[in-house]
């Protein structure tokens, strides 16, 4: 597959730009719908999953686009040989060539053996996964005993970015199914407070520490794994105890071997799962012990229905890459400068921060495959607070603001916790929020409420105007269960692997965080005292001096 080009070199982006100008900007979504009744029935898009219970429904009626746009920003992806690069993608093919690669989060979760994929290390999923569920059962039946002979009651995960985010994101998003006996820590941040506070809610006796790294040399998770193992060690006195509360899910076996893991309480993954992508995997372990292994299956299969339906439906069809060049559309003609995503849902109070990794850490890149700088913006800026919280904080700015702020609104039909008219209010907002950015409300609706002299002011009768015009995708899941919340992230994968392509950028590799990473360690040992302070710019050296001065201990 060739890569020898820029995405603005494409005749579709030519043409986009030209569809932009001569109407896309001007698209007025009041008289797009008046126009078109069936507007809702031409752009919304069913899923259900075949293997499970996941179904969504993904409404884009509310975008400024018509049909040439619609079909022209779908030429783009065809043009950006998107399906060829999804095929490569689930075939094996190295496609993250800046690591060597291969790309095979979905290998984690294709358990019916649908696509074939191909790399060192697919034949052993199954087996990897036998060994959580044996553990996991083992933890949660009260089996697996502490040191001293006790069930264990609190697990904390060590790890950070994909080996934190992810299996925090789930076990919040699926707590209605989580044993509530066991207390789940996570632990990512090196500040010393944040394991802290998790160790004053645990005791040694009964606590089980789960390290996350795919590397097992990230700096956070090792001298955050060294100071919980220093802190259980106190306590139990022998090394011998670590087997019994220690375990690490790694691709590096010598270097957990190293840190004193024991083989049996090691789980594998291999250098293909990403470390945004690799809940599906041993890292895994932790969801799998809240929410126990056949659930953690279920969150697999509703993936695995996800990828079925991005690998076969045609593009006009194709959810995650509808969602993709609707991105795109703002991201690079309307020149958005960031992307919300909106869930109505208290669960799932993490997604946003789980996705701003996944789709910033994947899509954050300026060189294009071909080694070129590109000329077009790539990585959408992510962010978002659930809904109820996000209205009554930053909501002003995307209603009247002078950004454009594309926006997901998600919730489900059907709540786990249906307590009086809570659900039907939530709801309300989510149907209520869309409709308001869209439609907008006008000068002269602002005025038919005003008292006659209120509409002789013109700050006042301006400041109530809502311009409309500002598009969002409505997301409805039926339920946040297992496989629906798999299909769904699944989904977001896929729309994130869509855009990476379409800007020819490789999505799967993350060498801009280290730079940082290098420059942190060249500066500790001038804070330990080893080393003085030399080398820096006069800004470095003065903080670094401020900070030595100032310190107490
Ligand atoms: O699992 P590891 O190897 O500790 O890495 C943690 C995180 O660090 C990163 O490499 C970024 O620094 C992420 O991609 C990854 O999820």
Redesign the pocket.
């Known amino acids: 597959m060739s890569f020898n080009h820029l995405a603005s070199e494409l005749p579709a982006w030519a043409k986009l730009q030209k569809l932009y100008e001569s109407k896309g900007k001007a698209i007025d979504l009041r008289k797009a719908f008046d126009a078109d009744p069936k507007r809702f029935e031409s752009y919304s898009r069913a899923f259900t999953g075949q293997k499970t219970d996941a179904a969504l429904l993904v409404d884009v009626s509310k975008n400024l686009i018509d049909d040439e746009i619609f079909a022209s920003l779908l030429d783009l992806a065809r043009e950006a040989k998107v399906e060829e690069q999804r095929d490569a993608m689930y075939a094996g093919e190295r496609i993250n060539s800046s690591e060597d690669r291969s790309v095979l989060h979905i290998a984690l979760r294709d358990l019916p053996g649908a696509f074939g994929s191909k790399a060192e290390g697919v034949d052993e999923v199954k087996g990897e996964l036998a060994h959580m569920k044996s553990f996991s059962d083992a933890v949660r039946s009260g089996a697996h005993k502490g040191y001293t002979g006790k069930a264990i009651k609190s697990i904390v995960n060590i790890?950070?970015?994909?080996?934190n985010l992810g299996p925090l994101m789930v076990t919040e998003a699926l707590k209605p199914y989580a044993k509530r006996d066991l207390a789940a820590h996570f632990v990512s941040n090196i500040d010393g407070t944040h394991m802290v506070e998790a160790l004053r809610q645990c005791d040694p006796e009964t606590t089980l520490f789960i390290v996350?790294?795919?590397?097992f040399t990230?700096q956070e998770?090792i001298t955050n794994a060294t100071t919980a193992r220093d802190w259980f060690l106190k306590t139990a006195g022998s090394k011998e105890h670590v087997s019994k509360h220690f375990v690490a899910l790694s691709t590096n076996v010598k270097a957990a071997t190293d840190f004193g893991i024991a083989e049996q309480n090691m789980f594998k993954f291999w250098d293909w799962v990403g470390?945004?992508y690799s809940l599906w995997s041993a890292i895994g372990l932790s969801i799998c012990l809240v929410i126990g292994y056949d659930n953690f299956e279920q969150v697999l299969l509703g993936a695995h229905d996800m990828d079925e339906h991005f690998k076969s439906a045609p593009l006009e069809q194709n959810i995650p890459v509808i969602l993709a060049v609707i991105g795109i559309w703002y991201n690079n003609f309307f020149g958005a400068q960031s992307y919300a995503q909106l869930c109505y849902d208290q669960y799932m109070h993490r997604f946003a921060a789980y996705f701003q990794q996944a789709s910033m850490?994947s899509n954050g890149k300026g060189v294009a495959k071909n080694g070129k700088p590109v000329n077009y913006e790539t990585g959408e800026i992510l962010w978002g607070e659930p809904g109820t919280d996000g209205q009554h904080a930053f909501y002003q700015l995307i209603h009247q603001g002078t950004k454009l702020v594309p926006a997901d609104f998600i919730a489900p039909v059907e709540t786990h916790n249906p307590t009086g008219q809570h659900h039907d209010i939530l709801l309300s907002n989510f149907f209520a929020q869309p409709e308001a950015l869209a439609f907008g409300k006008t000068e002269e609706e602002v005025k038919a409420e005003l008292s006659t002299e209120d509409q002789g002011n013109s700050f006042l009768v301006k400041s109530k105007i809502f311009s409309g015009n500002r598009p969002t995708n409505s997301i409805m899941i039926q339920k946040i269960s297992p496989a629906g919340l798999g299909a769904l992230l699944s989904m977001y994968e896929h729309k994130i692997a869509t855009q990476g392509f379409i800007w020819n950028i490789n999505s799967f590799d993350?060498w801009g965080?280290e730079l940082g990473k290098v420059l942190a360690k060249k500066i500790l040992p001038s804070l330990t005292g080893e080393k003085g302070v030399d080398g820096h710019d006069s800004s470095t050296t003065g903080l670094i001096n401020y900070y030595l001065k100032n310190r107490k201990q």
Request: hydrophobic share 20%; no cysteine.
């Open positions: 790890g950070i970015g994909g080996s996350a790294s795919k590397t990230t998770t470390g945004r850490e993350q965080v």
